[in-house]
Protein backbone atom coordinates (compact mmCIF):
# COMPACT_ATOMS: atom_id res chain seq x y z
CA UNK A 1 0.00 0.00 0.00
CA UNK A 2 1.26 3.66 -0.91
CA UNK A 3 2.67 5.64 1.73
CA UNK A 4 2.35 9.20 0.83
CA UNK A 5 1.14 11.62 2.42
CA UNK A 6 0.01 13.85 -0.29
CA UNK A 7 -3.66 14.90 -0.60
CA UNK A 8 -5.27 13.49 -3.55
CA UNK A 9 -8.41 15.65 -5.05
CA UNK A 10 -11.45 13.63 -4.69
CA UNK A 11 -12.49 14.56 -7.96
CA UNK A 12 -9.96 12.06 -9.50
CA UNK A 13 -11.01 9.00 -7.71
CA UNK A 14 -13.93 7.69 -9.72
CA UNK A 15 -11.78 7.96 -12.98
CA UNK A 16 -8.30 6.33 -10.83
CA UNK A 17 -10.44 3.56 -9.96
CA UNK A 18 -12.12 2.78 -13.30
CA UNK A 19 -9.13 2.50 -14.37
CA UNK A 20 -8.65 -0.61 -12.05
CA UNK A 21 -11.26 -2.94 -13.07
CA UNK A 22 -9.08 -5.13 -15.21
CA UNK A 23 -6.51 -5.61 -12.44
CA UNK A 24 -9.72 -6.13 -10.34
CA UNK A 25 -11.13 -8.78 -12.38
CA UNK A 26 -7.77 -10.39 -13.09
CA UNK A 27 -6.91 -11.13 -9.17
CA UNK A 28 -10.89 -11.90 -8.30
CA UNK A 29 -10.94 -15.28 -8.66
CA UNK A 30 -7.35 -15.44 -6.70
CA UNK A 31 -8.84 -13.47 -3.99
CA UNK A 32 -12.17 -15.95 -3.97
CA UNK A 33 -9.95 -19.36 -3.22
CA UNK A 34 -7.89 -17.31 -0.70
CA UNK A 35 -10.06 -15.77 1.36
CA UNK A 36 -8.25 -12.67 0.89
CA UNK A 37 -7.16 -9.42 -1.90
CA UNK A 38 -4.05 -10.07 -3.59
CA UNK A 39 -1.52 -7.60 -2.44
CA UNK A 40 -1.12 -6.14 -6.02
CA UNK A 41 -5.19 -5.34 -5.53
CA UNK A 42 -4.65 -3.59 -2.01
CA UNK A 43 -1.40 -1.94 -3.81
CA UNK A 44 -3.29 -0.60 -6.20
CA UNK A 45 -5.90 0.54 -4.32
CA UNK A 46 -3.97 2.80 -2.01
CA UNK A 47 -2.30 4.50 -4.53
CA UNK A 48 -5.70 5.20 -6.47
CA UNK A 49 -6.49 7.09 -2.79
CA UNK A 50 -9.38 4.52 -2.15
CA UNK A 51 -8.16 3.99 1.72
CA UNK A 52 -8.29 7.97 2.08
CA UNK A 53 -11.19 8.96 0.41
CA UNK A 54 -13.19 9.52 3.65
CA UNK A 55 -9.94 10.72 5.99
CA UNK A 56 -9.96 14.32 6.47
CA UNK A 57 -7.63 16.64 4.47
CA UNK A 58 -5.57 17.18 7.37
CA UNK A 59 -3.95 14.07 6.72
CA UNK A 60 -3.54 13.83 3.39
CA UNK A 61 -7.41 12.37 2.75
CA UNK A 62 -9.62 13.46 0.29
CA UNK A 63 -12.66 14.18 2.51
CA UNK A 64 -15.07 13.07 -0.24
CA UNK A 65 -18.67 13.62 -0.20
CA UNK A 66 -21.15 10.71 -0.78
CA UNK A 67 -21.60 11.35 -4.37
CA UNK A 68 -17.95 10.86 -4.81
CA UNK A 69 -17.55 8.11 -2.64
CA UNK A 70 -20.63 5.68 -4.22
CA UNK A 71 -19.24 6.44 -7.64
CA UNK A 72 -16.17 5.32 -6.71
CA UNK A 73 -17.59 2.24 -5.36
CA UNK A 74 -19.16 1.15 -7.98
CA UNK A 75 -16.04 1.55 -10.18
CA UNK A 76 -14.59 -1.26 -7.58
CA UNK A 77 -17.51 -3.32 -7.77
CA UNK A 78 -17.64 -3.53 -11.49
CA UNK A 79 -14.21 -5.59 -10.97
CA UNK A 80 -14.52 -7.41 -7.87
CA UNK A 81 -17.37 -7.62 -5.24
CA UNK A 82 -15.28 -8.51 -2.82
CA UNK A 83 -12.68 -5.43 -3.01
CA UNK A 84 -15.87 -3.05 -2.99
CA UNK A 85 -17.03 -4.11 0.27
CA UNK A 86 -13.63 -3.72 1.84
CA UNK A 87 -13.44 -0.33 0.81
CA UNK A 88 -17.06 0.63 1.59
CA UNK A 89 -16.00 -0.92 5.26
CA UNK A 90 -13.00 0.61 5.21
CA UNK A 91 -14.15 4.02 3.78
CA UNK A 92 -17.01 3.91 6.77
CA UNK A 93 -14.50 3.22 9.65
CA UNK A 94 -12.57 6.06 8.60
CA UNK A 95 -15.28 8.32 8.94
CA UNK A 96 -16.29 6.90 12.25
CA UNK A 97 -12.51 7.57 13.61
CA UNK A 98 -13.26 11.45 11.94
CA UNK A 99 -16.28 11.28 15.15
CA UNK A 100 -13.66 10.72 18.31
CA UNK A 101 -11.23 13.56 19.49
CA UNK A 102 -8.71 15.28 17.43
CA UNK A 103 -5.89 13.73 19.65
CA UNK A 104 -6.97 10.20 19.01
CA UNK A 105 -7.29 10.55 14.96
CA UNK A 106 -3.66 11.67 15.19
CA UNK A 107 -2.90 8.69 16.37
CA UNK A 108 -5.08 6.70 14.20
CA UNK A 109 -3.96 8.74 10.96
CA UNK A 110 -0.12 9.14 11.89
CA UNK A 111 0.71 6.18 9.66
CA UNK A 112 -0.68 7.23 5.96
CA UNK A 113 -3.29 4.46 4.45
CA UNK A 114 -3.91 3.27 8.34
CA UNK A 115 -6.45 0.91 7.71
CA UNK A 116 -9.43 1.14 10.48
CA UNK A 117 -11.98 -1.90 10.35
CA UNK A 118 -14.67 -2.61 12.45
CA UNK A 119 -18.17 -3.75 12.99
CA UNK A 120 -21.77 -2.82 14.88
CA UNK A 121 -23.21 -6.11 16.74
CA UNK A 122 -22.03 -5.37 20.44
CA UNK A 123 -21.13 -8.66 21.32
CA UNK A 124 -18.39 -7.86 23.67
CA UNK A 125 -18.97 -6.83 27.42
CA UNK A 126 -16.48 -4.05 28.99
CA UNK A 127 -16.05 -2.65 32.77
CA UNK A 128 -14.76 0.37 34.15
CA UNK A 129 -11.10 0.03 34.09
CA UNK A 130 -8.64 2.82 35.69
CA UNK A 131 -9.03 5.76 33.00
CA UNK A 132 -10.97 3.39 30.35
CA UNK A 133 -12.28 0.41 30.02
CA UNK A 134 -11.53 -3.63 29.81
CA UNK A 135 -13.12 -5.37 27.27
CA UNK A 136 -14.04 -8.88 26.76
CA UNK A 137 -15.86 -10.84 23.75
CA UNK A 138 -15.73 -11.94 20.12
CA UNK A 139 -16.57 -10.45 17.20
CA UNK A 140 -17.61 -11.66 13.41
CA UNK A 141 -17.43 -10.83 9.64
CA UNK A 142 -14.94 -8.24 10.89
CA UNK A 143 -14.56 -7.10 7.08
CA UNK A 144 -10.86 -6.04 6.28
CA UNK A 145 -9.22 -7.19 9.81
CA UNK A 146 -6.16 -9.06 8.30
CA UNK A 147 -5.13 -5.72 6.93
CA UNK A 148 -6.01 -3.40 8.88
CA UNK A 149 -4.27 -1.51 11.95
CA UNK A 150 -6.78 -0.74 13.93
CA UNK A 151 -10.90 -1.76 14.57
CA UNK A 152 -13.68 0.06 16.00
CA UNK A 153 -14.86 -2.90 18.33
CA UNK A 154 -18.89 -2.13 19.80
CA UNK A 155 -19.40 -4.02 23.36
CA UNK A 156 -21.59 -3.24 26.39
CA UNK A 157 -21.00 -1.37 28.96
CA UNK A 158 -21.94 0.64 32.25
CA UNK A 159 -24.18 3.39 31.77
CA UNK A 160 -22.17 6.54 33.79
CA UNK A 161 -24.65 6.34 36.47
CA UNK A 162 -24.13 2.27 36.74
CA UNK A 163 -27.92 1.66 36.91
CA UNK A 164 -28.15 0.48 32.83
CA UNK A 165 -26.10 -0.75 30.62
CA UNK A 166 -25.35 0.70 26.67
CA UNK A 167 -23.75 0.03 23.69
CA UNK A 168 -20.17 1.73 23.36
CA UNK A 169 -17.77 2.12 20.17
CA UNK A 170 -14.04 1.84 20.69
CA UNK A 171 -11.02 2.40 19.35
CA UNK A 172 -8.49 -1.14 19.77
CA UNK A 173 -5.42 -1.72 17.95
CA UNK A 174 -5.22 -4.94 15.76
CA UNK A 175 -2.42 -5.95 17.72
CA UNK A 176 -4.26 -5.94 21.05
CA UNK A 177 -6.69 -8.93 19.33
CA UNK A 178 -7.06 -12.40 18.49
CA UNK A 179 -7.82 -13.53 15.08
CA UNK A 180 -9.75 -16.25 14.23
CA UNK A 181 -9.44 -17.54 10.71
CA UNK A 182 -13.26 -18.80 10.37
CA UNK A 183 -14.17 -17.49 7.02
CA UNK A 184 -15.29 -20.06 5.22
CA UNK A 185 -18.36 -18.80 3.54
CA UNK A 186 -20.11 -19.05 -0.12
CA UNK A 187 -20.14 -15.65 -0.51
CA UNK A 188 -17.52 -12.02 -0.61
CA UNK A 189 -14.95 -15.00 -0.15
CA UNK A 190 -12.33 -12.49 -0.62
CA UNK A 191 -13.05 -10.14 2.36
CA UNK A 192 -11.52 -12.20 4.92
CA UNK A 193 -14.08 -11.28 6.83
CA UNK A 194 -12.84 -13.09 10.22
CA UNK A 195 -13.18 -13.17 13.85
CA UNK A 196 -11.85 -11.27 16.48
CA UNK A 197 -11.57 -11.75 19.80
CA UNK A 198 -10.66 -9.47 22.76
CA UNK A 199 -9.47 -10.66 25.91
CA UNK A 200 -9.07 -8.54 28.97
CA UNK A 201 -8.31 -5.57 26.40
CA UNK A 202 -7.91 -2.21 28.15
CA UNK A 203 -9.31 0.62 25.98
CA UNK A 204 -8.18 4.31 27.29
CA UNK A 205 -11.60 6.72 27.79
CA UNK A 206 -10.43 8.68 25.12
CA UNK A 207 -10.88 6.15 22.43
CA UNK A 208 -14.18 5.51 23.60
CA UNK A 209 -17.64 6.82 22.74
CA UNK A 210 -20.92 6.25 23.85
CA UNK A 211 -23.45 4.33 20.51
CA UNK A 212 -26.39 7.08 21.25
CA UNK A 213 -23.99 9.69 21.18
CA UNK A 214 -23.10 8.67 17.43
CA UNK A 215 -26.53 7.94 16.51
CA UNK A 216 -27.73 11.17 17.84
CA UNK A 217 -24.65 13.22 15.88
CA UNK A 218 -23.12 13.80 19.19
CA UNK A 219 -19.36 13.82 17.81
CA UNK A 220 -16.16 14.54 20.15
CA UNK A 221 -13.83 16.20 17.65
CA UNK A 222 -13.62 19.69 17.03
CA UNK A 223 -11.57 19.76 13.52
CA UNK A 224 -14.19 18.19 11.77
CA UNK A 225 -17.49 19.81 13.04
CA UNK A 226 -17.59 21.85 10.60
CA UNK A 227 -16.96 19.33 7.59
CA UNK A 228 -20.03 19.13 5.77
CA UNK A 229 -19.31 15.06 5.57
CA UNK A 230 -19.17 14.87 8.78
CA UNK A 231 -22.74 16.45 10.06
CA UNK A 232 -24.45 13.13 8.16
CA UNK A 233 -25.59 10.33 10.61
CA UNK A 234 -23.63 7.27 10.96
CA UNK A 235 -26.56 4.99 8.92
CA UNK A 236 -27.06 7.06 6.08
CA UNK A 237 -23.33 7.12 6.06
CA UNK A 238 -23.26 3.56 5.79
CA UNK A 239 -26.19 3.04 3.50
CA UNK A 240 -24.45 4.94 0.85
CA UNK A 241 -21.34 3.09 1.06
CA UNK A 242 -23.18 -0.40 0.90
CA UNK A 243 -25.18 0.56 -1.87
CA UNK A 244 -22.41 1.38 -4.16
CA UNK A 245 -20.55 -1.90 -3.47
CA UNK A 246 -23.83 -3.58 -4.84
CA UNK A 247 -24.59 -1.28 -7.68
CA UNK A 248 -21.11 -2.31 -9.04
CA UNK A 249 -21.71 -5.72 -8.86
CA UNK A 250 -25.54 -5.25 -10.94
CA UNK A 251 -22.97 -3.37 -13.49
CA UNK A 252 -20.21 -6.30 -13.27
CA UNK A 253 -22.64 -9.28 -13.91
CA UNK A 254 -23.89 -7.12 -17.12
CA UNK A 255 -20.69 -6.10 -18.60
CA UNK A 256 -19.07 -9.86 -18.02
CA UNK A 257 -22.56 -11.31 -19.58
CA UNK A 258 -21.99 -8.96 -22.64
CA UNK A 259 -18.12 -9.66 -22.84
CA UNK A 260 -19.27 -13.66 -22.71
CA UNK A 261 -22.04 -13.46 -25.33
CA UNK A 262 -20.20 -13.12 -28.78
CA UNK A 263 -20.44 -16.17 -30.09
CA UNK A 264 -22.90 -18.46 -27.38
CA UNK A 265 -25.65 -20.56 -28.49
CA UNK A 266 -28.31 -21.65 -26.56
CA UNK A 267 -27.70 -25.47 -26.38
CA UNK A 268 -30.72 -27.94 -27.64
CA UNK A 269 -32.67 -24.85 -29.41
CA UNK A 270 -31.76 -23.87 -33.08
CA UNK A 271 -30.45 -20.89 -32.21
CA UNK A 272 -26.89 -20.42 -32.87
CA UNK A 273 -26.34 -17.12 -31.47
CA UNK A 274 -27.90 -16.62 -28.05
CA UNK A 275 -27.98 -12.59 -28.60
CA UNK A 276 -30.21 -13.42 -31.28
CA UNK A 277 -32.62 -15.03 -29.16
CA UNK A 278 -35.86 -12.96 -27.96
CA UNK A 279 -35.24 -14.55 -24.54
CA UNK A 280 -32.00 -12.83 -24.48
CA UNK A 281 -33.76 -9.76 -25.37
CA UNK A 282 -36.22 -9.64 -22.69
CA UNK A 283 -33.38 -11.02 -20.02
CA UNK A 284 -30.89 -8.49 -20.39
CA UNK A 285 -33.40 -5.53 -20.88
CA UNK A 286 -34.77 -6.58 -17.91
CA UNK A 287 -31.79 -6.80 -15.95
CA UNK A 288 -30.50 -3.60 -16.89
CA UNK A 289 -33.55 -1.95 -16.23
CA UNK A 290 -33.19 -3.17 -12.86
CA UNK A 291 -29.74 -2.32 -11.63
CA UNK A 292 -30.69 1.41 -13.85
CA UNK A 293 -33.52 1.59 -10.43
CA UNK A 294 -30.67 0.51 -8.39
CA UNK A 295 -28.61 3.02 -9.16
CA UNK A 296 -31.46 5.40 -9.22
CA UNK A 297 -31.87 5.23 -5.76
CA UNK A 298 -28.50 4.87 -4.20
CA UNK A 299 -27.46 7.88 -6.39
CA UNK A 300 -30.62 10.06 -4.65
CA UNK A 301 -29.58 8.58 -1.29
CA UNK A 302 -26.26 10.19 -1.74
CA UNK A 303 -27.18 13.64 -3.11
CA UNK A 304 -29.67 13.58 0.03
CA UNK A 305 -26.55 13.24 2.23
CA UNK A 306 -24.89 15.74 0.46
CA UNK A 307 -27.07 18.53 0.15
CA UNK A 308 -28.31 17.63 3.84
CA UNK A 309 -24.74 18.09 5.19
CA UNK A 310 -24.06 21.01 2.64
CA UNK A 311 -27.02 23.10 4.32
CA UNK A 312 -27.42 21.68 7.65
CA UNK A 313 -30.63 20.73 7.42
CA UNK A 314 -31.98 18.19 9.91
CA UNK A 315 -32.69 15.03 9.48
CA UNK A 316 -35.79 13.38 10.67
CA UNK A 317 -36.72 10.04 11.59
CA UNK A 318 -38.29 9.17 8.18
CA UNK A 319 -35.36 10.69 6.64
CA UNK A 320 -33.41 8.24 8.57
CA UNK A 321 -35.56 5.44 7.96
CA UNK A 322 -35.71 6.20 4.08
CA UNK A 323 -31.91 6.00 3.98
CA UNK A 324 -32.27 2.07 4.83
CA UNK A 325 -34.98 1.52 2.80
CA UNK A 326 -33.17 2.90 -0.07
CA UNK A 327 -30.71 0.58 0.91
CA UNK A 328 -33.03 -2.25 0.89
CA UNK A 329 -34.41 -1.46 -2.42
CA UNK A 330 -31.15 -1.18 -4.08
CA UNK A 331 -29.80 -4.50 -2.88
CA UNK A 332 -33.35 -5.86 -3.68
CA UNK A 333 -33.21 -5.02 -7.36
CA UNK A 334 -29.60 -5.92 -7.78
CA UNK A 335 -30.09 -9.16 -6.79
CA UNK A 336 -32.93 -9.40 -9.21
CA UNK A 337 -30.93 -7.98 -12.39
CA UNK A 338 -27.82 -10.46 -11.19
CA UNK A 339 -30.06 -13.60 -10.72
CA UNK A 340 -31.80 -12.93 -14.30
CA UNK A 341 -28.12 -12.47 -15.52
CA UNK A 342 -27.48 -15.65 -13.91
CA UNK A 343 -30.00 -17.42 -15.13
CA UNK A 344 -29.06 -16.40 -18.88
CA UNK A 345 -25.37 -17.27 -18.96
CA UNK A 346 -26.02 -21.12 -18.99
CA UNK A 347 -24.81 -24.54 -17.46
CA UNK A 348 -20.84 -23.21 -17.88
CA UNK A 349 -21.38 -19.95 -15.93
CA UNK A 350 -21.07 -22.76 -12.83
CA UNK A 351 -17.19 -22.83 -13.52
CA UNK A 352 -15.36 -20.63 -10.79
CA UNK A 353 -13.28 -18.55 -13.79
CA UNK A 354 -16.65 -17.43 -15.26
CA UNK A 355 -17.35 -14.15 -12.57
CA UNK A 356 -21.64 -14.48 -12.74
CA UNK A 357 -21.08 -17.46 -10.22
CA UNK A 358 -19.43 -15.34 -7.62
CA UNK A 359 -21.29 -12.38 -8.42
CA UNK A 360 -24.50 -14.19 -7.62
CA UNK A 361 -23.02 -15.67 -4.34
CA UNK A 362 -21.15 -12.27 -3.27
CA UNK A 363 -24.79 -10.23 -4.01
CA UNK A 364 -26.89 -13.29 -1.71
CA UNK A 365 -24.17 -12.51 0.86
CA UNK A 366 -25.09 -8.60 1.31
CA UNK A 367 -28.22 -9.60 0.73
CA UNK A 368 -28.43 -11.15 4.10
CA UNK A 369 -26.81 -8.86 6.15
CA UNK A 370 -28.63 -7.55 9.06
CA UNK A 371 -28.64 -3.84 8.06
CA UNK A 372 -29.34 -4.17 4.76
CA UNK A 373 -31.76 -6.85 3.89
CA UNK A 374 -34.52 -5.54 1.82
CA UNK A 375 -37.21 -7.37 3.73
CA UNK A 376 -36.48 -5.73 7.15
CA UNK A 377 -35.59 -2.72 5.98
CA UNK A 378 -38.62 -2.43 3.65
CA UNK A 379 -40.86 -3.06 6.63
CA UNK A 380 -39.11 -0.52 9.19
CA UNK A 381 -40.23 2.28 6.77
CA UNK A 382 -43.37 1.28 6.45
CA UNK A 383 -44.05 0.79 9.66
CA UNK A 384 -42.92 4.60 10.21
CA UNK A 385 -45.18 5.79 7.24
CA UNK A 386 -47.92 4.15 9.36
CA UNK A 387 -46.85 6.68 12.24
CA UNK A 388 -45.15 4.41 14.16
CA UNK A 389 -41.92 4.38 16.53
CA UNK A 390 -39.22 2.98 14.84
CA UNK A 391 -38.20 -0.46 16.07
CA UNK A 392 -34.48 -0.21 15.94
CA UNK A 393 -31.84 2.40 17.35
CA UNK A 394 -29.54 2.17 14.07
CA UNK A 395 -31.66 4.90 12.05
Not at 147 to 172: E, F, I, K, N, Y
Request: proline share 5%.
Amino acid sequence: MTSTTQTLPPTDLEGRTSALTSLLREHALWADENRRQHDAVLAALGEAGVFRMRVPTRYGGAEADAGTMLRTLVQIGRGDGSAAWLSAVWSTCAWLTGLFPDHVQDEVFSTPDALVCGVLSPTATAVPGDGGIVVDGRWQFISGALHSRWQLVLAMAPTPDGGAQWPVMALVPLSDLEIVDDWHTSGLRGTGSVTTVARGVFVPGDRVLPMVAILQGRYASVLNADSPIFRAPMIATGCVAFAGSAVGLARAALETFLDRLPGRKITYTDYTSQREAPLTHLQLAEATLKADEAEFHATRLAATVDEKSATGEPWTVLDRVAARAALGRVLGLVKESVDVVSTASGGSSVYSDVPIQRISRDIQTLNLHALMHPNTNLELYGRVLCGLEPNSMYI
